[in-house]
């Protein structure tokens, strides 16, 4: 049983589209991150939020926590091919320990 | 460039033989952890380390895997007799101290295991 479902699973846009990515959980979580994995790498941390209804913006990315702190969405304006790869998110319930979802692979073609 | 290090990128392994994955947290950095992600899966935790201590052992399997992080030296994953099952990528990671609300991790590249 996946903790954090995030979906779609796989997303194929053209460049100048908008898109949302969501994180879905049950669960409660002191805190939820989101990073971006390219091929051959390892994940780099995108953003961390915290509070309940927490919006950061990071350029043309848009991160929101729920407000029970058990959800979250990316939304990425403008989509660029630069913003090609696996998106995570992943939630610490505290122990020092995340719980990664399984991933959105996103493709923004030219 | 003061990254997290992680050696070798690529390991190919026989079932059966050992297989040793290092990494070298970021300076400053005294708590790594160790996850595993298999194709198009999430990354999964398996241990957590401080200097001399294992702190969260409970993702790694019961047998074959062990986990240290000396006084000197990387932090060292070690497989025993590896079976094709073990196939994945092994990612390090490493924060200055515990909080990862205020101190995210910094991962490695990796190191990408086949068990032939």
């Known amino acids: 049983t996946q903790l954090l479902e995030q979906s779609p699973q796989f997303l194929s846009i053209q460049e100048g589209e908008n898109l949302t990515v969501y994180c879905n959980s049950s669960s409660v979580f002191s805190s939820l991150q989101w990073y971006r994995q390219e091929p051959g790498e390892g994940p780099v941390l995108l953003v961390t939020v915290v509070t309940g209804g927490e919006v950061k913006k990071l350029k043309r990315l848009t991160f929101q926590f729920g407000d029970a702190r058990k959800d979250s969405s990316l939304h990425i304006t403008a989509a660029q091919p630069g913003d090609t790869g696996l998106y995570l998110c992943a939630g610490d319930r505290g122990y020092n320990k995340l719980i990664f979802g399984a991933g959105t692979r996103l493709a923004v073609h030219p | 460039n003061a990254g997290v290090m992680q050696n070798p990128r690529h390991l190919v392994r026989r079932r059966g033989q050992e297989a040793r994955l290092r990494c070298s947290p970021m300076?400053?950095?005294?708590?790594v952890y160790w996850y595993r992600q298999l194709p198009e899966e999430g990354l999964k935790f398996m241990v957590y380390?401080?200097?001399?201590?294992?702190?969260?052992e409970s993702g790694m399997p019961k047998e074959r895997f062990s986990a240290e992080f000396p006084k000197e030296g990387p932090s060292i994953l070690r497989i025993q007799q590896v079976v094709r099952g073990d196939s994945a990528a092994y990612f390090c990671?490493?924060?200055?101290?515990?909080?990862?609300?205020?101190?995210?991790?910094?991962f490695g590249s990796g190191t990408r295991l086949t068990v032939v």
């Open positions: 380390l401080q200097k001399e201590n294992i702190i969260d």
């Open positions: 990671a490493s924060s200055p101290r515990t909080g990862l609300q205020d101190y995210g991790y910094t």
């Open positions: 300076k400053g950095h005294s708590h």
